[in-house]
């Protein structure tokens, strides 16, 4: 729901990015495709700084739809 309201409504993704200009991400390796399309979101709409902390090879999370190459391709 929340990819959906920030695609539907880029107002509401400016305010955030606005509001916290710099988002830390841990375990970076365990985000899901939803996820990181939220996080392209904000960037989109002005989020600034963004840092992701992770390693592919600790994914644990996979059976719940973590995507490791996902992290990997935004290196």
Known sequence: FAMRILESYPGI???????????????????SEIQMRIIDLLVMNGLTEVMLVGDPDQAIYEWRDARPDIFMRKI
């Open 13 to 31: 993704a400016r305010s955030l990015s606005s509001r916290f200009p710099e988002m830390i991400i841990d375990e970076a390796q365990d985000t």
